[in-house]
Structures are given as structure tokens and as C-alpha cells.
């Protein structure tokens, strides 16, 4: 039976596109672009939303368990903190605050959360890397372990986190990847970078079904759950939690607040005591196992497959786009123009059109993060407009080469 329980969870923010497509001038330098292809104002308006419900709720309620010796870690995409910056220092000042806790292990993430794992390996070694001294830079802690983007993990992603010195990688724990396996030990692929598997459904419990009332564990209180993580047999069990679980995803109404406050007691009570990913790869790098991971790309979206971010036509030609917009934009040899198509790459931009075509559950999570202005213009306009984005973007780098 598990002692030890790793928790984990990450805040991001997309940078959503301007919809419709606004064209962009001939000749126009990197800002003019840059302002034809994001939706600042819509930006700031979802980030203050969240913000309200979820950001200063929850941080303030982390803090508060942190200080009562709860042992977390958390991701900041610098999507995510990029906003927080622009659009509300106080909240920023909150999340450097919360990174600096003893009782936090602060955790590497894809920087704009980007699909660039799928699209160049060698530049998201570097990118990875980068991100781990900015992290450094602005919140005050190095990380030592990484996570990627959706919890993206395979053979030469792993090889990739490993040849940039990381300790450690959270992956998800899914059965097709697992096989015979349990997700409640350490692993390693032959290599230094040891691997913690998420528990995906124990996580589950709490970011998806938590206020499902037609679910059998409804409602899910605290000594139940405690009970739940304490039986399941393994060396430690890893939650792992979208960050606005708490007050977006799950009002505060559900009892979301009220069950994670109470679930420190609880734990402590049935003797599970809360670490951190580096404390579970100290304990257990020793009694690790290896693990041979897929080729094809798992994930804790969806079913953990790929086909999640690239499973419709709508999805699948967008994602042909991002890639060419990246690979004209290296050429042209502007790290301005490179950024900008980084950004152009984020996961978000697949998420957000899970739904086309499809029906169940999750399209309806797809379409609930679709930005409501959106859909005026109708699913296929959506669909026109966002691929639009991206043809236009590529066009406008014609003069820089």
C-alpha cells in the first residue's frame, strides 16, 4: 500500500488568436504582425475571468496547506506568467510567492506549451533548457524536474529531456504505455532521467468526475479519497491536477476548496505522507524499474494518445500549418518572427477544435474552452478562420527572405 503521494498540478494560459483573420499589411514588421495574429484584449479578458475564480482562490488556498506542511509541486507555463505580469502584478507577486514556499517544488514546463516536441526535437532540447533558467530568473528556484506540454511523453522525447540534465519527467500513466506495469513506482529507459507516472485515475477523480453527480463516487469527500490513495498498492502515488481544477473547472460551490483543505488531515491520518517529485526520485532511484517507452507520443488529454490533438481533418490541417509557418519563419532568421511562430505552435490551437466532427464528452471540454465570441462564426468558420491565421502569417514572411 502507498505512503508517500506526489502532488502535482499546472497553470496555463493560451495566447488565443484574433478571429476572424485579420490580414496582415505587405511589409509589415514583426510587432504589426504580431498584433494581427493574437487577441490581446480577449486574452486579458478570460485571464481576469479565471483569475477571479480560480487563480487568487486557489493560490491563496495552496499557500495556506503549504504552510501547514503539505508537500506540492507546481508548473508555471510562461504563457501563463507572461499575463500575469502584464494584466496583474499582484496575482504575479502571488505566484512567485507560492514557487518560493519550502513546500513547493517548482516544476519545468513547455514554455508556451507548445506542440514543438512533435515538430523539432533538437530546438525543444534547447527551448526546455532555456525555460529552466528563465523559471530560475523569475521565480527564484531551479527546477530539476520537467514536465512538457500535456504531459507529452515517448522514446525521443525522453532522450531529449535526458541530454538537457533534467532528473526527473512526469508522464502519464496510462495502461497502453504501462502494459504489465504499475504507475505507483519510479522508472527509467536506460538513461539518468527517471520517470514518475501519473495515476490517472485517482487524478481523475478530482479533475474531471469531482462534481459529477451522475458519478458512483459522488460526492467525493476527503477520508474516502485519503482511503483511495492509501489502498492502491505501490511506492507512491502521483496526483496531478490542471491548476484550475480549483474554482474554473470545479466551482467553489462543488466543494472543491472545503474537500482539498480537508485532505491533509485525512492523509496524515491513515499515515500518507506528502513529498515532492525530487524527494520520490531520492527515495526510489534505487529500487527503480526500466520502462520502454512508445514511439507514438502519450498524453494525459483524452484517452493519452495523440489522436486527441490531431484526430479530426480540422485538427490534422492546422497542425500541417503550424508546421510550416515554424520551419518558413527559421528561415527567415529573425528571432522575432521564430517567436512568433513559436507561440503559433501552442496545443491550444488543436484543443480548441477537439470538437469538430466529434460528439461525447470530450468535445464538449473542447468546445467549453472555445472562446464563446468564436461562435458567431460557426463551427466550419472557426475551422476557415483559424487556418486562415496561420496562411496569412506564413505569406507575410515572403519579404524576410
Not at 464538449?364 to 461562435?375: C, D, G, I, L
Request: glycine share 6%; aromatic share 14%; net charge negative.
Amino acid at each position: 500500500m502507498a505512503e508517500h503521494l506526489v502532488i502535482y498540478t499546472v497553470l496555463h494560459q493560451p495566447r488565443r488568436l484574433k478571429l476572424p483573420a485579420e490580414p496582415i499589411p505587405a511589409g509589415a514588421d514583426a510587432a504589426q504582425i504580431e498584433r494581427c495574429l493574437f487577441d490581446e484584449a480577449m486574452n486579458e479578458y478570460y485571464f481576469h475571468k479565471v483569475a477571479t475564480w480560480c487563480y487568487y482562490p486557489a493560490t491563496e488556498m495552496f499557500l495556506q496547506l503549504a504552510d501547514q506542511g503539505l508537500a506540492f509541486s507546481i508548473g508555471f507555463s510562461l504563457s501563463a506568467l507572461r499575463q500575469a505580469r502584464m494584466w496583474d502584478p499582484a496575482l504575479y507577486s502571488l505566484f512567485r510567492k507560492l514557487a518560493a514556499h519550502p513546500n513547493v517544488e517548482l516544476v519545468n514546463v513547455e514554455p508556451y506549451h507548445s506542440f514543438l516536441p512533435l515538430i523539432d526535437l533538437p530546438a525543444f532540447a534547447e527551448r526546455m533548457a532555456w525555460s529552466r533558467g528563465n523559471l530560475e530568473e523569475l521565480l527564484g528556484k531551479r527546477p530539476e524536474v520537467t514536465d512538457t506540454t500535456e504531459m507529452l511523453m515517448s522514446d525521443p522525447i525522453y532522450h531529449a529531456l535526458n541530454s538537457v540534465g533534467f532528473t526527473g519527467a512526469l508522464m502519464d500513466g496510462r495502461p497502453w504505455v504501462m502494459e504489465w506495469r504499475e504507475p505507483t513506482h519510479l522508472y527509467h529507459q536506460g538513461k539518468e532521467l527517471m520517470l514518475l507516472p501519473r495515476h490517472y485515475e485517482l487524478s481523475d477523480d478530482v479533475g474531471y468526475r469531482f462534481s459529477n453527480k451522475g458519478w458512483w463516487g459522488y460526492p467525493l469527500m476527503a477520508d474516502a479519497y485519503s482511503h483511495w490513495v492509501r489502498e492502491t498498492w505501490g511506492d507512491f502515488v502521483l496526483l496531478a491536477w490542471d491548476y484550475e481544477t480549483f474554482g474554473e473547472h470545479h466551482s467553489k460551490d462543488t466543494g472543491i476548496f472545503d474537500f482539498m483543505r480537508k485532505l491533509p488531515e485525512e492523509l496524515t491520518r491513515r499515515g500518507v505522507k506528502t513529498i515532492s517529485p525530487s524527494d520520490a526520485i531520492a527515495r526510489f532511484r534505487g529500487s527503480s524499474h526500466e520502462l520502454p517507452l512508445p514511439a507514438f507520443p502519450s498524453t494525459w488529454a483524452g484517452e493519452g494518445g495523440i489522436e486527441f490533438f490531431l484526430g479530426n481533418p480540422a485538427q490534422q490541417a492546422v497542425f500541417q500549418l503550424m508546421t510550416q509557418a515554424y520551419h518558413k519563419a527559421l528561415l527567415t532568421k529573425d528571432r522575432r518572427i521564430i517567436d512568433l511562430a513559436l507561440w503559433l505552435t501552442q496545443s491550444d490551437n488543436l484543443h480548441l477544435i477537439q470538437w469538430f466532427g466529434r460528439s461525447g464528452s470530450q468535445a464538449e471540454v473542447s468546445a467549453y474552452f472555445t472562446p464563446r465570441e468564436w461562435w458567431n462564426l460557426g463551427p466550419s468558420g472557426i475551422i476557415w478562420e483559424m487556418q486562415q491565421v496561420y496562411k496569412n502569417f506564413i505569406r507575410a514572411l515572403g519579404p524576410y527572405l
